[in-house]
């Protein structure tokens, strides 16, 4: 049986829940998953290398290793180190755990915390992308490192900057439209986001990326961050042109809530959202959580006008936070994944 090959979109969480999900699809279906990561991070330990190192924000990038790590003990030690972050140090003459002593010299000057906040996996992927000179050649090598049971891509080979227009970002101007910049702010903005676009405008698609979208099976679209981690990969004109071209069937997944960036629109709204910046986008089926869609005729709407069909299952974790099980939302993959078409 020749493998199913899944091509899935997004940045952070949301990207990583996904992939998880694929992974529990394993027993079930031969499946050769392909993550495209967005490269817009500005924010904590990425925007921190991004600002000081220059090169792709290594964050999102290092979630979507991590989920695809092997089984083995080795590599899930190894994905434990990746995540690790480095916590403040402490003070001169405050024993270190094992009951080593700072010296004071080790605090003075400005970079004497520098490691404080980023995690171990950044700095690798940093290093490997200094070394090797390419982000792809780093991001493979990282998955070695890991036992990744897929791959990795950059959206893009060049960072991105995200910026939005926003109608009241500025509580004490609710009708004012201002354009906020940059994936964090983008992502807090308590406004309602009114347009997105990326700097540069056209950034060059990664051709890896773009190979694998035209020979995919199926492409996934969230869940995740909709107009920092989803939408960006929609304004990539080259990745644009590959995703409506690909012969592969298509399937969103809805978020369970709405985030700071998407407070006042609806769950069929996210779907316009794809629309508008993607017009002639087509969507096969709509996954979604019964509980979060509620009404289900206007999600229904929204994806038959993307000529979709919605499907509901439990996917939520049992808690009632609006999170994604990875091992529910891969049962309902499966199915999904496996019909013919």
Known sequence: MTARRVVAFGGGHGLSTSLRALRHCAPELDLDITAVVTVGDDGGSSGRLRAERGGLPPGDLRQALVALAGDHPATRRSAGLFQHRFAAAPAAGVPRKGGTDRSPAATDGPDADGLAGHAVGNLVLCGLMELLGDPVAALEHAGAMLGAVGRVLPMSRQPVGIEARVRGADPSAPDEVCTVRGQHQVAVTTGRVESLRLTPAAPAACAEALAAIGAADWLIFGPGSWYTSVLPHLLVPQLADAIVSSA??????????????????????????????????KVDLVLADAKAVGDPEPVERAAESLGARLVLAPVAVADGTPRHDPAALGAALVPVLGADR
Request: proline share 3%; charged share 20%; no cysteine.
């Open 248 to 281: 592969a069937r298509r399937l969103v997944t809805l978020n369970l809530a709405a985030e700071k960036e998407t407070l006042g629109l609806s769950v069929a709204d996210h779907l316009a959202a794809l629309h508008w910046y993607l017009p002639e986008l």
